[in-house]
């Protein structure tokens, strides 16, 4: 099997969020998979095959984190859809049958790729008891992700304050199912983002997330509410950092960006 290391969301290698990208023939069993990802040992390993022609996709894909398989990830999907026109095996928009319906990646002439996802649900609950310490921050808002994301969305006084999180992430595990979305209004349009965003899924083996595609589907319809505007460009403010375009669509949320390849080779077991 051909193994690739794609960074996502970046323009540039060692930035953005690396995946594992392995088109397969066909899926080996969960077992199979799940090693494959955890060797691979990033926040998500994706598989994808061929499926027939005259479908509803033209690929199946899959997305294991070292410790999981999960309903929806937007930067290995970018990978994905980044690895198979780069190496000519798909062209045009490609149509992935996943565990959240059929999603489409369409690329750009100007090298960026464009993923159609559903959009979050977000439904206010209430700050559960021991998130602000956890967190290290007070919450000024908490909403529901719904069930494909999974996470619970918090908005923060301030940029400064998402930057500052220096989160208890044991302690963060017991908030919420997958993890917890933090984000601010940006202080500065000016530098080319509307708002600022941190993910930390510590229920699925990452604590901190590079750059994560799934989130801004929440962050999207929160955002483009607060702020009037449907189209907005989020920065995942993580070590590696990553910028997000967005689209709010109602049911479904445009997601754009671009990806590197950093890694070729070949799993030999």
């Known amino acids: 099997m051909q193994l690739r290391i794609v960074d996502a969301f970046t323009d540039r290698p060692f930035a953005g969020n ?17 090693s ?7 926040a998500e390993t994706a598989f994808a095959h061929p499926l027939p022609p005259g479908g509803e996709a033209d690929w199946a894909l899959r997305w294991f984190t070292p410790a999981a398989e999960v309903d929806m990830c937007g930067h290995a999907t970018l990978a994905t859809a980044h690895v198979l026109h780069t190496t000519g095996a ?3 928009p490609v149509r992935f049958a996943t565990r959240s319906g059929v999603l489409v990646a369409t690329p750009a002439e100007d090298g960026s790729i464009t993923l159609d ?11 559960p008891a021991g998130l602000p310490e956890a967190l290290g921050a007070e919450p ?16 923060l006084a301030d940029e400064k304050a998402v ?8 302690a963060l595990a017991a908030c919420s199912s997958r993890g917890v979305i933090a984000t601010a209004r940006a202080e500065n349009p000016d530098l080319g983002h509307d708002f600022v965003s941190r993910c930390f899924f510590p229920n699925i083996g ?7 595609g799934s989130a801004h589907t929440a962050l999207a319809p929160y955002w483009s509410e607060r702020l009037g505007r449907t189209a907005l460009t989020g920065l995942q403010a993580s070590p590696r950092g990553g910028r997000v375009r967005t689209e709010f669509r109602g049911d479904r949320t445009l997601l754009s960006g671009r990806a590197v390849t950093v890694i070729e080779g070949e799993l030999l077991v």
């Open 140 to 155: 000024l808002a908490c909403l529901d992700t719904g069930p494909q994301v999974g996470d619970l969305l918090v908005e």
């Open 18 to 34: 690396p995946a594992g990208v392995l088109l397969l023939d066909a899926f080996p069993d969960d077992d199979r998979l799940q």
């Open 90 to 92: 798909h062209t045009g």
């Open 206 to 212: 990452i604590d901190e997330d590079p750059v994560t």
């Open 36 to 42: 494959v990802a955890l060797e691979v040992n990033h």
């Open 117 to 127: 996802f559903p959009t979050a649900p977000l439904t206010k609950v209430e700050i």
């Open 163 to 170: 930057h500052a999180l220096r989160p208890d992430h044991k």
